[in-house]
């Protein structure tokens, strides 16, 4: 090996779901919204002085979105931080919070993101399994540590955490940063905003990939108190001030401001979803009680795999994990009823041809 390659930062990266370059597909692998953004998004991309703005930077601030978002949340400005996704949220998170040298903890089944930004980082991490049930078990969250970090409702189960737990855990950590991943907090779930009054060391994160249908334009945000938003924006300044384009930043105000699209389209998710939940409870699955946008399910009788597998020759895509624990389950995601409608035939003749 020559002494540059040594010296190459080495990371094994995360993957995301397969984005399959086809027309015709029933795509229930990556947890987006089955619906089009708000039409208000529509009249704002229309709007053509936006394009004569192009050649300008953008409000490093994004102030505009922030203060949209603060005043939906019922914040002000600055308890607020946007980013590009919840990712990169979460990635200037660790960056600005996780450096006490102690090993930051979070779930063994959560999302996989973590453990890579804590590798990318250099930040030592401690897992704590989920119990039988899938849940997670708040007292081993008590212990010395240098931070905490997990989805609720968590991915890739979809269950819900109580409020009460949730401060219980806060509690317990008031000398670290209790870091709330919310990416599908508006499909049944009860926010920790609530909790923000009380402790400083919480940052509760969202995105608008999920419920605002809005994946593809890459918004995410985090509250807090204004001293972890301003350390935030400290590390953003430090890494590139231009995060969010010009675009991002008038659309995401667009969809903001559209509240009553985005309880209807929500709605109708979690209509769907329940209504999917009885059709595969009569066709042998199990799962936990989800209330996110996706189920993660297992059957009596047939691996998840071969499931996974038949169904992609459908061009049907649901999310495979080979990972310990988990590797006889899918996630899927809550389309439209009518794609919902198509994977159940689908299952009906694979499960009755098995
Ligand atoms: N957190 C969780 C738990 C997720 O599942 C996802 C989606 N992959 C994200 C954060 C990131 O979403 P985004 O960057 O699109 O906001």
């Not at 709605?267 to 996110?292: C, N, Q, V, Y």
């Not at 009596?300 to 988990?326: G, Q, W």
């Amino acid at each position: 090996m020559k002494s540059w390659e040594e010296n190459i930062r080495r990371v094994v990266p995360y993957v995301p779901g397969e984005q399959p370059k086809k027309d015709k597909l029933i795509k229930l692998n990556t947890n987006e919204n089955p619906y089009p953004p708000s039409p208000k998004v529509l009249d704002s991309i229309k709007d053509s002085s936006l394009y004569e703005r192009l050649r300008l930077y953008p409000d490093p601030a994004a102030s505009m979105l922030v203060q949209a978002i603060a005043a939906y949340q019922g914040l002000t400005p600055d308890r607020v931080f946007v980013g590009v996704g919840s990712d990169d949220v979460l990635a200037m998170a660790y960056l600005t919070f996780f450096n006490s040298g102690k090993p930051v903890f979070f779930p063994d089944i959560t999302y996989s993101f973590y453990d890579v930004w804590a590798d990318l980082f250099r930040i030592p991490y401690e897992t704590k399994a989920l119990d039988g049930n899938f849940c997670i078990v708040k007292e081993d969250y008590y212990g010395e540590n240098g931070g905490v970090i997990f989805p609720n409702p968590n991915a890739p189960t979809g269950l819900l955490m109580p409020l009460d737990e949730m401060e219980d855990i806060i509690a317990h950590n008031q000398d670290v940063i209790v870091i709330i991943d919310e990416a599908y907090i508006d499909f049944g779930g009860i926010s920790a905003r609530s909790l923000l009054d009380r402790y400083e060391n919480l940052l509760v994160v969202q995105t608008f990939s999920k419920s605002r249908s809005m994946a593809g334009m890459r918004i995410g945000y985090a509250m807090g108190s204004d001293k972890l938003i301003k350390a935030l924006n400290d590390v953003k300044y430090s890494f590139n001030s231009y995060t969010m384009d010009q675009p991002t930043i008038l659309w995401g105000t667009a969809s903001v401001e559209d509240e009553g699209y985005f309880r209807e389209t929500v709605t109708r998710i979690i209509d769907t979803r329940e209504w999917f939940k009885s059709e595969m409870r009569e066709l042998g699955f199990h799962f936990p009680d989800s209330k996110a946008n996706f189920i993660f399910a297992s059957h009596e009788s047939i691996p998840a795999r071969a499931i996974f597998e038949e169904a992609r020759k459908e061009d049907i895509y649901v999310r495979y994990f080979a990972k310990p624990r988990i590797d006889n389950y899918l996630r899927i995601t809550i389309g439209t009823r009518e794609e919902m409608e198509t994977f159940l035939s689908f299952l009906k003749r694979f499960i009755a041809a098995f």
